[in-house]
């Protein structure tokens, strides 16, 4: 139980255009789900927590309007990271809760633009 | 501030056993997580430790003692497998995982 999967695993996009990213939880429903960031040889970093039907709470430095997460049920969070730049090329994680416990992870989807 | 301390390298050998230590400073606590990454994947939980003492699964150990603000994990009869960075994270008093920068660890023959 308690699995989570994301889509696309990669992707590779032209500096400038948009990309969504899901994150599904499969067989329960998530109260929470986070998004993270990892660069090469880096530990995770949050950079925003969802909760269904509210807005995401986004970490100081994460600009909002750049990275638009819609979590619209219990089992699905879309990240999208507009007008794409060679510098937001990393490896996106989301990772979802069901209480206070554990959070269950992803596989992550790698981001390259050209 | 809210700071997670580990290694940030250690090195072992097949068979041996290997202590990676976390020390934390949070704001708050609701327990402390282990995660191994292996290179180009998502973590994968290990352990959750929100009392003192051992909890011990399988080849793998963690510890914690919330008085020093410190927790270990301990693998014993290393296997090649095993190479891969070890996650420490803490769960503050909102329940918002703080993370270590991770300890990678490589085994030898």
């Known amino acids: 139980g308690a699995v989570v999967s994301q889509h696309p695993s990669w992707v590779i996009c032209k500096s400038g255009t948009s990309v969504k990213i899901e994150c599904r939880s499969l067989?329960?429903?998530?109260?929470?789900m986070f998004w993270y960031r990892q660069f090469p040889k880096q530990s995770l970093m949050l950079m925003a927590t969802?909760?269904?039907?509210?807005?995401?709470?986004?970490e100081q430095g994460v600009e909002k309007d750049k990275f638009l997460i819609n979590h619209a049920s219990l089992t699905l969070s879309t990240l999208t990271v507009t007008s794409a730049h060679p510098e937001d090329s990393s490896f996106y994680i989301c990772?979802?809760?069901?209480?206070?416990?554990?959070?269950?992870f992803g596989p992550g989807t790698r981001l390259t633009v050209t | 501030g809210q700071n997670i301390d580990q290694p940030t390298e250690m090195t072992a050998t097949e068979g041996a056993i290997v202590q990676i230590n976390c020390t934390y400073q949070?704001?708050?606590?609701?327990?402390l997580f282990w995660y191994q990454q292996h290179a180009g994947e998502a973590p994968t939980f290990l352990s959750y430790?929100?009392l003192d003492g051992l909890e011990e699964k399988g080849r793998f150990s963690s510890f914690l003692s919330r008085s020093k603000g410190y927790s270990y994990l301990l693998l014993k009869e290393l296997q090649m497998k095993d190479s891969a960075s070890y996650l420490c994270?803490?769960?503050?008093?909102?329940?918002?995982?703080?993370w270590g920068a991770g300890t990678k660890l490589i085994i030898k023959p």
């Open positions: 969802s909760n269904e039907g509210s807005k995401a709470t986004y």
């Open positions: 994270a803490v769960s503050d008093s909102n329940y918002q995982l703080i």
């Open positions: 430790n929100v």
């Open positions: 990772s979802a809760r069901i209480d206070s416990y554990e959070q269950y």
């Open positions: 067989d329960f429903q998530a109260t929470t």
């Open positions: 949070t704001s708050g606590f609701n327990g």
